[in-house]
């Protein structure tokens, strides 16, 4: 007689890990407002981003003490809100704007594979990572974030009743829950509904795109969102045809890094907070996170403990009369 062995299909599952370069450096994480604008707006976006890269580079090197520091740049354009023209039409602008200034694009992303890339469903699988910071005396009678799609820093203001006169009684503040002398209270929508489907907001696919840049998503195990090599051929006419993650440079350092630094206009602040918050609530894979410990130790880096003190940001002052879009 033969003995059957059963083994639980998740314990044979092992966590591949990706290369790592010391830091990515996004170029650019502009809309279709942005482009439509015409040339000149990447010409001016381009131009004091240029003035930042070497900040950010003397940076990377200092971390690594003197020693040459591995960076690759990115850049993402939106085709998840909005479709503008054609990937054939708008990517050779891009990159020759970027030449212009002096820059070169390693990889370029496209914001829609921050949601679905390569048939998986990347957003849903963070946002079932998702794990609410508890605010101190609560006791879950609020709705979970995967019923309502808002996450909040803290205690939301409890819902007060009306006197008879129209006098509002017991009304409260909302909490920070790690307030500091004084409370910074935010509430974050990660997503709505439109027309039967589920429209992910900008700061929640922002936070998919950071962990993707920080080397710890998996799926089953797997990297996602993997670079695919560009032969140089002529870019595509439809936007679902280019790759999600595309590399530019054959001869560019890994795409996702120990950290991250992006350089954005002022007007996605606020965005980028929310990024933060959804960051510091987000149970990231276990197996990718001792990866970069373990490698990180032995280049002798130091690396923050949490997800989102590895993401850095230089906010520059637009022109006069910059468009004032909802951000990325």
């Not at 740049?73 to 939106?78: A, G, P, R, Y």
């Not at 933060?276 to 403990?305: H, K, M, N, W, Y």
Request: proline share 7%.
């Amino acid at each position: 007689m033969t003995e059957a062995v059963f083994r639980e299909t998740t314990a044979e599952l092992r966590t591949q890990s990706v290369p790592l370069s010391h830091l990515s450096l996004e170029l650019g994480h502009l809309y279709m407002e942005d482009f439509e604008a015409g040339p000149e707006r990447l010409r001016e976006h381009f131009a004091e981003v240029r003035l930042w890269v070497d900040a950010a580079r003397a940076s990377a090197a200092r971390r690594t003490g003197g020693k040459r520091p591995r960076i690759s740049t990115c850049f993402l354009v939106d085709d998840y809100f909005t479709r503008f023209s054609t990937p054939a039409e708008l990517v050779p602008l891009v990159l020759k704007e970027a030449e212009k200034a002096g820059l070169v694009i390693d990889y370029l992303a496209r914001e829609s594979g921050c949601a679905v890339a390569d048939r998986i469903e990347l957003a849903e699988s963070v946002m079932h990572r998702l794990v609410e910071s508890p605010p101190p005396g609560s006791y879950g009678s609020r709705p979970s974030v995967s019923q309502t799609g808002w996450l909040a820093n803290g205690q939301r203001t409890p819902t007060t009743k009306r006197a008879a006169l129209g006098e509002v009684k017991g009304w409260e503040p909302p909490q920070e829950t790690a307030a500091r002398n004084h409370s910074v209270f935010m509430d974050v929508e990660l997503w709505s509904e439109k027309d039967g489907r589920r429209l992910w907001s900008c700061p929640f696919l922002a936070a998919v795109w950071q962990l993707a840049r920080l080397g710890l998503l998996r799926h089953l195990g797997e990297p996602v969102l993997v670079p695919r090599q560009w032969n140089g051929e002529d870019f595509p006419q439809d936007w679902d045809r280019l790759p999600p993650l595309l590399q530019l440079n054959p001869q560019a350092a890994a795409f996702s890094a120990y950290r991250t630094c992006t350089l954005m206009p002022n007007r996605f602040l606020a965005v980028e907070d929310a990024v933060r918050l959804i960051l510091d609530q987000t149970e990231v894979d276990s197996g990718a996170l001792r990866q970069v410990a373990e490698r990180s130790a032995r280049e002798g880096l130091a690396v923050p403990a949490a997800v989102a003190q590895r993401a850095t940001y230089v906010f520059y002052e637009e022109p006069v009369g910059a468009l004032a879009g909802e951000g990325p």
